[in-house]
């Protein structure tokens, strides 16, 4: 395996003071910490760093570690602790399961050890979380949906990927951002350790026709400049069928008419509709629309930046 | 067919990051934390998306060493960060279908 050169991960000298390692250790986790980052390269980068910082940081590994690095250090592709080492440090359980590296488990955690602190006290699997796009649609009524990902499983220091599927009920209102968890199903405990829990991140789809507002949905309504003087009656599509919206006469441009309990379910109750009115203009004009055009506006002295004033 | 919940209990919540009850007493008293339901410490009952935030505080604390108050500004921030992000990208799609020519 590839020796890790803990002192190059965070940037200080091999004699660097634990202080000025801790500076580093905190600069950069602040730089690429899942939380703060997302995105894969920062998780990974992250991980490199906790792990040095976990081995520098305490007196007894970082001698150990130093001691190793003088021995196999220069053959950083195929390095291997030396026969029969064996780890004084006291193992940290907080961390002996999957977090750490191949290098770092066969210096500092070995198969055995990890196994036997999982037979005895046993490790909590770990959580996963992954997105789950839902349509609009989806969340009127609880709907089943079928879900695969892969979780990395820990055998013996060894990680090799686990594939699930299973379907899960998505239960009716929910909404973009919020997480579903689903017991139990994320990694396999060890030893006595329960299984982690599967979350699920909603992202709603874009629908091709309603924006989503909180609990209510809009639909964009082209009209006609004369349907928004003379008014008129449209045909609007919902998530449940077409219904018929009266628009008024001299309606405007933007102007919201609310279809009351046609939005999305929600937890306190249905939300609305709203119809948004967009005046279109025609793209083309033959000769005579143009001659009415022409007339509306010489009969018309309506000025629609009458409230510029005089800063125009 | 595999039920899921929305819910969280406090025990669960404790377990899953080894948080233990007097930590996890502080994360609510900082609002980092916000149970939904339960009117004593042993009952409160968390939702899945505050358990998450609940999950991001305690790896902010322990990973960048950082005291309880700034966790909770810090996750208020990020709160915040995502909210607005989704009202950007619903606002977006909306102005983008207002602007379209049809």
Redo the contacts between chains.
Sequence with gaps: MEFKDYYEILGVAPDAETSDIKAAYRRLARKYHPDLNPGEEAEANFKEVAEAWEVLKDDTRRAEYDELRRYGGQRRQEFEPPPGWQSSARPDFQHVSGDFSDFFNSIFGGAFREEEVARDFGFRGQDVEIEMPVFLEETIHDSVKPVHFEIPVFEGGQARPLRKSLRVTVPAGVTDGERIRVKGQGGPGQGKGPAGDLYLHIRLVPHPLFDVEGHNLLVTVPIAPWEAALGVKVTVPTLSGKISLTVAPGSQSGQKLRVKGKGLAGKTGQGDLYAVLKVVMPRTATPEVRALWESLAEKTDFDPRANWGNRS | ????????TVTELC??E?VSHTILVTLVEHEIARPIAGTGTDDWVF???G??WV??AV??HR???LDWVAVSM?VDL?RQR??LD?ENR?LK??LA??LA??
């Design positions: 067919m595999t039920a899921s919940v929305t819910r969280v377990e899953r080894g939702d899945a998306t358990a998450q999950y991001k790896r902010l990973d960048l060493e810090l990020l995502e909210q989704r619903l799609q909306r279908r207002f020519q049809d």
